[in-house]
């Protein structure tokens, strides 16, 4: 069974369209995250949610908008989406702020 | 704002050999984390270091944690070709589960 599984694996979009990327953890864990990795490979967080709570919001444009169902889910959602968005998006789950434990990233191409 | 920056960014290294990737990072922090990123995949947990001084160790790869110096370390010992990755350190500076990653090391070991 996958710990964190996130759909789709691969989105490709025009600029402008609006995108939703969903995120599930079966670990029990408190938080999720979501991290951008960009084309250097660099990794940023974005958002973090404790118990369906947002705690953390990085400077992250409006234009992305995270939701949590509940514990075990969060998703993201893009709107009017832009070339600079296209990246890798990653979601994260830990428990008590230990060890995160990611999910197989969704690659995101606006065109 | 706390920084983390890794060294060397890239390895290239033969078969057999010793190497040693850095990871400093600028202000205090409680946790630290080495992960592994093979190409189009997620991020694999390898290492959790708590505490000054801490030292793990998995196959090859050794991990050490000087919290005084800000500096981490990741020892690989006679790599071998599925060593190829790419490494990252991560800072988790005030057990908010918010990690703060360097660039990435990518190495490439060759036969």
């Known amino acids: 069974d996958t710990a964190v599984s996130q759909t789709p694996k691969y989105l490709v979009t025009q600029m402008g369209n609006d995108k939703s990327i969903k995120c599930e953890q079966n670990?029990?864990?408190?938080?999720m995250y979501w991290y951008k990795q960009d084309s250097k490979k660099f990794l940023k967080i974005m958002f973090s949610y404790n118990n369906k709570e947002l705690i953390i919001n990085e400077t992250v444009p409006n234009r992305f908008s995270p939701k949590s169902p509940d514990k075990a889910h969060l998703n993201l959602h893009i709107n009017s989406l832009e070339l600079g968005d296209s990246a890798v998006y990653f979601c994260a789950s830990s428990q008590d702020s230990a060890e995160a434990f990611f999910g197989q990233g969704t690659r995101l191409t606006v065109v | 704002e706390l920084k983390v920056e890794q060294n060397p960014l890239f390895l290239s290294m033969q078969e057999g050999k010793n190497y040693t990737i850095y990871c400093n990072y600028s202000t205090t922090s409680d946790r630290l984390y080495w992960y592994r990123q093979d190409p189009g995949k997620s991020l694999e947990s390898l290492f959790v270091l708590l505490s000054n001084g801490a030292v793990k160790q998995e196959g090859r790869l050794m991990a050490s944690l000087d919290t005084k110096a800000r500096l981490s370390t990741l020892h690989i010992t006679a790599a071998v070709h599925d060593l190829s990755a790419t490494y990252f350190c991560a800072v988790d500076r005030s057990n908010t589960g918010k990690l703060i990653f360097g660039q990435g090391t990518t190495l490439q070991v060759k036969p």
């Open positions: 670990l029990g864990h408190d938080t």
